[in-house]
């Protein structure tokens, strides 16, 4: 991929969310919002900026058609102006999934729907959209219905414009995922777990696993929420921590899942990925039960090792397809 594209893409959302950012007096990435929306639409949408903006921002904007970009190039110039305004954001769940993840859960996501030509697929935390449209951007062989919801007007906002962008149609809901969803139910999940507690305790009482006492744990209610909204038989592929079955709340998830879903794999992902290897995840898929759907022979378990480590990802994709063979029949 040529990184000029990629280049040139920031370089026009930077320069024009800086000149946006000075004049309207918000945020950079609320200006990379407004900009972004001026891109998708070729238009200035900005009623209360000054001619001599306006000129300069149209100037700027007549240098570039989106359309010689591919959705790769747009998606990667868009998301390092993110990670540039994130710089300054305090807000811990601000964090991006590393593209190589993205690029990995994609993997995983058509091969266990290799036969499927089309589906829908639900993100239940979809922060800037950055996890989402990288898998979709790498499942172009299928026809895919996506939702993607987040109780983060900003993020939601930002993850919508990208979307436009890339030209990727994705159904976003401005809300917090553990109350009602009114979607249909879905073929395949995949979430980066917001890990922590979920402040609403009353909104968490009609969760099974609601803490007895105190906030309960907003990535438990997550995984049970997604179970919820998934087809008998469909896949659920989360980046969880990796002591999630450590906590005192452990046991009451182990017996939930138990009930509702079969495990087909753990695959941690390397320490070397983390700053701080108590922040270390790992990749948890689920099948949800049905009639029809057996357990695996056995579970998936692997430590991946690092990501561009060409020889030793050949060697693991070689261990999941000798898996999908025995398991998958």
């Not at 994705?170 to 995949?190: C, N, R, T, Y």
Request: aromatic share 10%; with cysteine; proline share 4%.
């Amino acid at each position: 991929m040529k990184l000029e594209g990629i280049e040139i893409i920031f370089n026009v959302l930077n320069e024009t969310a800086e000149i946006l950012q000075a004049e309207l007096s918000c945020s950079y990435l609320e200006a990379l919002a407004e900009t972004g929306e001026n891109l998708f639409h070729e238009d200035i949408l900005q009623e209360e900026l000054s001619e001599l903006t306006t000129k300069r921002l149209k100037k700027i904007y007549s240098e570039i058609a989106l359309n010689q970009f591919t959705n790769e190039q747009i998606r990667k110039g868009y998301q390092l102006a993110i990670l540039k305004g994130m710089k300054d954001s305090v807000q811990p769940n601000h964090q991006m999934t590393p593209d190589s993840i993205g690029l990995f859960l994609g993997y995983l996501v058509n091969k266990f729907y290799e036969n499927s030509k089309s589906l829908s697929l639900f993100d239940p935390a979809v922060g800037t959209g950055n996890l989402l449209t990288t898998i979709l951007n790498h499942l172009t062989s299928k026809e895919i219905h996506s939702i993607g919801v987040d109780v983060d007007d900003l993020l939601i906002k930002l993850a919508y414009i990208g979307a436009n962008l890339q030209r990727q149609p994705i159904q976003f809901f401005h809300q917090d995922s553990l109350q009602p969803l009114f979607i249909d139910p879905v073929d395949a999940v995949v979430c980066d777990l917001p890990v922590g507690y979920y402040p609403n305790d009353e909104g968490a009482q009609k969760y099974q696993l609601k803490a007895e006492d105190g906030h309960s744990y907003a990535h438990h209610l997550f995984i049970e929420q997604s179970i919820h909204h998934i087809k008998p038989g469909g896949y659920l592929f989360f980046l969880i921590p990796n002591n999630l079955f450590e906590s005192t709340e452990a046991p009451k998830l182990h017996v939930y899942l138990q009930e509702h879903v079969h495990i087909q794999g753990i695959l941690q992902l390397p320490l070397s990925m983390f700053k701080n290897q108590q922040a270390a995840k790992s990749i948890f898929i689920l099948q949800k039960k049905s009639e029809n759907v057996k357990a695996p022979k056995q579970v998936l378990f692997a430590s991946l090792p690092t990501l561009s480590n060409q020889q030793s990802m050949g060697s693991i994709l070689q261990k999941i397809d000798k898996w999908f063979a025995e398991n998958k029949n």
